[in-house]
């Protein structure tokens, strides 16, 4: 199996920032203001901006910003049409020390010593300290440029924005860090107990059921071998060879599993491998988990296959852009389709979701529209996963998800979690729903 969540003390550092960004703002713009001359008092009100910006991530409010700071350049003029600049000398004057002040920060923040938490925040203060000496100054009438004051800031800011360093590496580790420990990542946890049932394989669209799986065998309750390397852990995307002994064509293991390399990777693969063999090993009994209801249901053909029918699957199901462009489906909105609930339920799907579907397969060909229906049952993943044990020969259980399911008292507003996770008391795989097992070699 194979999906970042920022880490609070991330997330205040992020926050810090931008309260400091946002009274930096506001103090290029008081310059901009009261020294309307200092053109790099403009530039700095930029710099922030573009900042805060980035941070956000929205084009849309740096248009909605340039638009309103361009606005108000222009009303000023039209106002005070009487404006005199000073003279070009004051302002070039004015602006190359200012910027030389910056470039001076900007390189002391790019030192080693800069480069780190301590040292940055230390340059952060220290600007602040010299933003608010200059304003001191101008308000007590010293003849001191507004820009000189947040020279500083402009090069501690355009350092941390343009540049990797130690605060933002810092800040990504801390998101890695979080995102290992708060997601529903997880390699594996397999008992060396002879004889203990082991998930190695479980559909993933039962999400809630999995984070309690995931819980329960952390917890040493539940042995499993299932693998699911979200995006943003070290794993992530990376690739693992094929062993010469297994005979397989492709440079890594996406080839057989999905017919081509995939940006996920295939890494997962290989530690579930390691999983598997141990549980073997320990003579554990090994136990397949199929959708509600579709027990032994969604097998490929063989592992040798899976990759092409993979492909195929892929194809058909890009389709429904094809199907959404059509009369049908228009018909369909319009006679109340756009009104079924969009609430996901226990298995990931919503009523508006499952009659899309449904839809979507009546519009396909009658071979096509079968191929999809003799794929559910398992989730991709699970499909090679299956493929492999049998192709080892190793026996398995086949078990009905809903032995893990149960129904709560329905709420007339919210009907669609009918379903939710059904807890065991001891261990999660106990005495599961036997569908059928394959014979022992």
């Known amino acids: 199996m194979y999906g970042p969540v920022y880490p609070i003390m991330a997330g205040g550092a992020i926050c810090c920032f931008g309260c400091a960004s946002f009274i930096f703002y506001c103090g290029c713009t008081a310059a901009f203001i009261h020294f309307q001359a200092d053109l790099l008092a403009v530039c700095a009100t930029g710099v922030t901006v573009g900042w805060i910006t980035r941070q956000l991530h929205s084009r849309y409010l740096a248009a909605l910003v340039a638009i309103i700071f361009c606005s108000y350049i222009a009303v000023r003029s039209i106002i005070r049409p009487s404006f005199e600049f000073r003279p070009f000398w004051d302002v070039f004057r004015d602006s190359a020390v200012a910027l030389g002040i910056s470039v001076l920060f900007f390189?002391?923040?790019?030192?080693?010593?800069?480069s780190t938490r301590t040292g940055f925040m230390a340059l952060y203060f220290l600007s602040g300290l010299v933003a608010l000496g200059s304003l001191v100054a101008y308000y007590a009438g010293v003849a001191v440029p507004l820009s000189f004051g947040f020279s500083p800031s402009i090069g501690t800011f355009t350092r941390w924005l343009l540049f990797r360093g130690g605060v933002r590496e810092g800040l990504e580790e801390m998101t890695e860090h979080n995102t290992l420990n708060k997601t529903i990542t997880f390699e594996g946890t397999v008992s060396h107990e002879p004889g203990k049932a082991c998930v190695v394989s479980w559909p993933g669209k039962y999400a809630t059921a999995w984070d309690h799986m995931v819980a329960s065998a952390r917890a040493g309750q539940t042995s499993a071998a299932v693998v699911f390397l979200p995006e943003g852990t070290k794993n992530f995307g990376k690739h693992s060879r094929i062993p010469t002994r297994e005979g397989l064509d492709g440079r890594c293991w996406c080839e057989p599993l999905y017919g081509e390399k995939k940006p996920w990777g295939c890494r997962w693969w290989a530690l579930w491998i390691q999983n598997v063999e141990a549980a073997v090993k320990h003579r554990a009994e090994l136990q397949v988990y199929f959708f509600a209801g579709a027990c032994g249901k969604g097998k490929v053909g063989s592992f040798e296959t899976a990759g092409q029918e993979n492909l195929r699957r892929e194809a058909l199901l890009k389709k429904m852009r094809d199907f959404e462009d059509t009369d049908s489906f228009r018909d369909a909105e319009e006679a109340g389709l756009n009104k079924l609930s969009r609430l996901e339920r226990y298995d990931s799907s919503s009523q508006y979701s499952r009659e899309k579907y449904r839809l979507f397969l009546q519009w396909l060909p009658d071979s096509e529209r079968q191929f999809?229906?003799?794929?559910e049952g398992l989730g991709n993943s699970q499909k090679a996963e299956v493929a492999w044990l049998?192709?080892?020969?190793?026996?398995?259980?086949?078990?009905?998800?809903?032995?893990?399911?149960?129904?709560?008292?329905?709420?007339?507003?919210?009907?669609?979690?009918?379903?939710?996770w059904k807890p065991e008391p001891n261990s999660l795989v106990g005495h599961p729903v036997v569908c059928n097992e394959l014979p022992s070699p």
């Open 107 to 114: 390189f002391i923040s790019w030192s080693e010593l800069g």
């Open 372 to 375: 999809l229906q003799d794929s």
């Open 390 to 420: 049998e192709k080892k020969g190793y026996r398995y259980t086949s078990v009905d998800i809903s032995r893990w399911l149960k129904q709560p008292r329905e709420l007339p507003e919210d009907r669609e979690h009918r379903w939710a």
